[in-house]
């Protein structure tokens, strides 16, 4: 079985300053790793994702995500956080083989104060 | 380019009553996913339809089915409904049913079940 453990409930920054929101992952097989963000009220909206290739995934509004397969993680960053990336950040896997799904993680609510 | 579309953005139920949501993916998108995002409870996957045919479901009761029309649009449908059921139900599409494409999420119909 897939499975996403994001471990901070709430991440807080403040603005300018760089960011990070964890995420380590457990699949049996090779992963795809995606993130996504909701913004209140709202769907998910796709960030990035790690297929394969460069560790270092960049994706939409300045954010880029490591994949490490050592310890199993794929943490968001971003260098200079804005208000406006206040937000829930999701974590997702999905095992590359078969008809496998995407598991999220529970969530991340990000704040950025001004 | 139109994104993933639900219908309708919010629907109140009783308990015992049926639900139907429909969705409509991304032109050119054949999978479609249904997720459940209850209060607490994170995404859990529901559903999946790939080219007309179901390809995975969640662990979810029977209750709780669907079906993807030759257009690729899809239907979720929730019989005797329990008060749990309430949430928000998101869509999601994708360009072929390979795991690495990402899924696009619409913006979710509200359910709540007095």
């Known amino acids: 079985a897939q499975s996403v453990a994001q471990p901070e409930d709430q991440v807080n920054v403040a603005e300018g300053n760089p960011l990070t929101v964890k995420c380590t992952y457990s699949v049996s097989g090779n992963p795809y790793l995606f993130w996504y963000v909701q913004y209140p009220n709202r769907g998910l909206q796709f960030l990035l994702k790690?297929?394969?290739?460069?560790?270092l995934v960049k994706g939409s509004y300045g954010f880029e995500a490591e994949f490490n397969k050592s310890q199993t993680s794929f943490h968001l960053k971003k260098p200079s956080a804005l208000v406006s990336d206040s937000a829930l950040y999701f974590c997702a896997v999905r095992e590359q083989s078969g008809y496998s799904t995407l598991t999220f993680g529970k969530g991340t609510m990000l704040l950025v104060s001004p | 380019e139109a994104g993933v579309t639900q219908s309708p953005t919010h629907l109140i139920k009783t308990r015992g009553q049926q639900a139907t949501l429909r969705c409509s993916p991304i032109s050119g998108h054949t999978s479609v996913y249904w997720y459940q995002q209850a209060l607490g409870l994170g995404l859990q996957f529901l559903l999946w339809?790939?080219?007309?045919?179901?390809?995975n479901r969640g662990n979810f009761p029977p209750r709780f089915s669907g079906r993807q029309f030759p257009n690729y649009s899809s239907e979720l449908n929730v019989n005797a409904l329990e008060l749990e059921d309430s949430a928000l139900y998101l869509c999601a599409s994708s360009l072929r049913g390979r795991n690495q494409e990402t899924q696009y999420f619409g913006p979710g119909t509200r359910l709540l079940v007095l």
């Open positions: 339809y790939d080219e007309g045919e179901e390809r």
């Open positions: 790690y297929i394969t290739g460069d560790n």
